[in-house]
């Protein structure tokens, strides 16, 4: 047993070792064996914290603000669309409109089976009428934006249902390779939680916008948010869990967002 654990002491030595060389080579030279090590970091992390079984889409459509019923019955036509065509194979978790936030912008969350699932949907699209009906909706847009994202594995997408009130949506943009450790200590305050207010979902960004975090929550309305999120500084432990993933972050947003008609969460 001893040689053995010498062996792998010799090994994290070397490899620690190794990795402050690659740190300096990046620094001084940029060098790819600096950017591959990097690469494969974060994908082991990715295999570490995702369910792995979705990849979740985010668009986020801005919209001219005197046009916002004509994008509304557009954008209806499209996602509602697609949503009832199960030959394409993607499922619409939610479409809904900002309240508080950034003003006159929707956002729109998919489900595809996995990245062939999403090959296969969105070629499927642009040969279908479902592409008119996406074009018919962008002379009302001013700015669009998309992202390919994960579920974390202890935080699954919830399921269709009406239960009325109001969602947050909560983004943070990561310092570049603390994602596992962001999850970790998110993991352990989060549980305790969940008791109280209803989890929608929490995604992690594997293309667009990299290095950020979304999770999503549904409360009955803007005060009983702020009654439960009072409740959740009792919890033992919260004040850490915020203060740890606070420092892993270098910036913040939060949404108020309304389901439209059509979403499947509402």
Partial sequence: MLPSIAKRSVSKVALSGARRTIS?????????????????????????????????????????????????????????????????????????ETLVGQQDTFVHILEYENYAGFDKTTALIRTSDHAKA?????????????????????????PPHAQGGIFELRSYQLKPGTLLEWENAWRRGIEARRKFVAPVGAWFSQVGRLHQVNH????????????????????????????KTSQLATHMDSFILLPLSYSPLK
């Avoid at 060098?31 to 079984?53: F, L």
């Avoid at 074009?135 to 919830?158: G, I, M, N």
């Avoid at 999503?216 to 309305?221: A, G, T, V």
């Fill in 134 to 158: 996406y074009k018919a909706l962008l002379p009302y847009v001013t700015s669009r934006s998309s992202q390919l994202t994960q579920e974390f594995a202890f935080f699954p997408t919830a």
């Fill in 216 to 243: 999503m929550w549904q409360y009955p309305s803007l005060e009983a948010r702020k009654e439960l999120r009072e409740k959740a500084w009792q919890i033992d432990g919260w004040a850490e869990t915020v203060s």
């Fill in 24 to 96: 300096v080579q990046s620094l001084l030279h940029g060098s790819p064996e600096a950017k591959k090590a990097g690469d494969i970091e974060v994908q082991q992390h990715s295999r570490i914290v995702a369910r792995g079984k979705y990849v979740h889409g985010f668009e986020v459509h801005r919209v001219q603000p005197g046009a916002i019923d004509e994008y509304k019955a557009a954008a209806e036509k499209y996602y509602a669309g697609i949503k009832d065509a199960p030959e394409l194979h993607v499922k619409l978790t939610g479409s809904w």
